[in-house]
């Protein structure tokens, strides 16, 4: 019951200008302004995000019209959401993984179905692989197998690290939007790249103790101060 508010807060939240202006490093016309030496062209920056509520991946969408489908589908390729997504679930037995704004539909989740505190569901009243259609099959994608959320839980680790280390290994620039950079390894990324050459810039609600060997600080809210460092909304 814990994720179904936090799905629900996600689902009624929509990206902001902070998001929006991240997303737009995907165009061309935005690349050629602010990333001449970009190389290759056709590969747009990777974005690391720490949140699982989707909005980063819908302001992607929102510029599917100014993409093509080959565009669009590798700007999608080179967003990792390290902590997974409020939108995926995963099978606890076959391990079948599906991404839907949908609602999770099962009888705990139903309108007026109140659970007393501190007492457990009843397992055939979670949410299960197959749905509520399930009928016995032991089929992937459909074997009636609990459904966990797929995000990150404490003690597993982060997704795409490895592919992470090798584009920050060779960074000259890294943004840092609206986090405190104090949970590792996300708070490494950073430093891994000031370590080999590059340059940090900051943009967050306030100062903190690891601005010092930042190059760029830029104080205010992210949705504001971020559009307009960069100037890419109106000129996109």
Sequence with gaps: MFYKDRIEQCRNVTPNAAHHTIASLVLPSVQARLLPSLEPRAIPPLLVTQNFDNLSIRALNDLESQLSSEQMSTARSRLIE??????????????????????????????????????????EDLPKCGGREWAGSNRYSRCGGLLRLGVVWFGEPPEQQGEIARVFNWADVVLVVGTSASVYPAAGYAKT?????????????????????????????CEKTLPAVLGVLDGA
């Design 82 to 123: 390290i902590h997974g997504s409020a939108f995926r679930t995963i099978c606890t037995q076959c391990k079948c993984s599906k991404t839907s704004l949908e609602p999770l539909s099962c009888p705990a989740f139903d309108d007026g179905y109140v659970i007393p505190e501190n007492e457990p569901i009843p397992v």
């Design 193 to 221: 790249v000031k370590n080999n050459g590059g340059k940090i810039a900051v943009f967050n609600l306030e100062t903190s103790s690891q601005d010092d060997d930042t190059d760029f600080v830029f104080v205010g809210p």
